[in-house]
């Protein structure tokens, strides 16, 4: 099966990561190295629709994407489902785009190890880029963004106290933070309260229309810069 994972066959690639969600271990061998990111946020945020953006620009310069989303529907937005988001966005037909959902429930091994041998999958399957989107509300999905080389994290107008709280220490992982929604009000509030830990870090500091495309050249630019070093 891994043979017809590394030779780009999709469904082989699907039966595969079944396997390791159930709980099985895979031994890939040597892996290419290929460029991570994950995207994270609170629920409803605009994670898939931004993810959505980047899979188009990084189409439109020719780089094949594989997309991983963990826990892809919150219960607050009522499950808008990534695979959804990109069917609209037209990426459906798209054999350079592959997306696949993983739930959060019932790991073995935990929700982060799975989610790392489905990155190594992903990796074999020879995809340009993997981008990884998960809910940022917990520990445990922190951990699951161990898998990325970078992490984004993006916010929106009205997350303010969120981010002075922060229980997940999400804020400590991210490389690149992101004000999305940045058509509603509310925008320089967020990024005041942004601004010590992103300075602390040396991470930049966004602002995007995901639903628009705003800012999604300038977020590619950063995370080129990021990979780039
Ligand atoms: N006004 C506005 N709405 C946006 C923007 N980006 C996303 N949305 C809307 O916000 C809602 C949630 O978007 P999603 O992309 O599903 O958000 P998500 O963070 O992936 O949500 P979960 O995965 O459920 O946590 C949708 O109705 C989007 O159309 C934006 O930049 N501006
Ligand atoms: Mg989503």
């Given at each position: 099966m891994l043979d017809d994972v590394r030779s780009g066959d999709r469904r082989a690639l699907s039966k595969a990561i079944s396997r390791v969600e159930s709980g099985e271990a895979v031994y890939p061998g040597e892996l290419p190295d290929v460029?991570?990111?994950?995207?994270?946020?609170?629920?409803?945020?605009?994670?898939?629709t931004l993810i959505s953006s980047l899979i188009s620009r990084l189409r439109g310069r020719g780089e094949t994407v594989g997309v991983l989303a963990v826990d892809?529907?919150?219960?607050?937005?009522?499950?808008?489902l990534l695979g959804d988001r990109i069917r609209m966005q037209g990426h459906v037909?798209?054999?350079?785009?592959?997306?696949?959902?993983?739930?959060?429930?019932?790991?073995?091994g935990g929700l982060a190890g799975a989610a790392g041998d489905a990155v190594r999958l992903m990796k074999m399957a020879g995809?340009?880029?993997?981008?990884?989107?998960?809910?940022g509300v917990g520990q445990s999905e922190v951990e699951v963004m161990n898998v990325a080389d970078h992490v984004v994290l993006i916010v929106g107008p009205g997350w303010g106290d969120e981010i002075q709280a922060d229980k997940a220490g999400i804020l400590e992982i991210a490389d690149v933070f992101v004000v999305n929604k940045g058509d509603r009000p509310g925008v320089s509030d967020v990024k005041?309260?942004?601004?010590?830990?992103a300075e602390s870090r040396d991470a930049g500091i966004l602002v995007t229309t995901a639903t628009t495309g705003d800012g999604i050249d300038e977020l590619i630019d950063w995370i080129d810069r990021l990979q780039s070093v």
């Open positions: 460029p991570v990111v994950g995207v994270t946020g609170p629920p409803g945020v605009g994670k898939s892809p529907s919150s219960p607050l937005t009522g499950g808008a037909d798209d054999s350079g785009v592959y997306v696949r959902s993983m739930a959060t429930r019932g790991h073995l995809f340009d880029r993997i981008l990884v989107e998960t809910v005041r309260a942004l601004a010590e830990t």
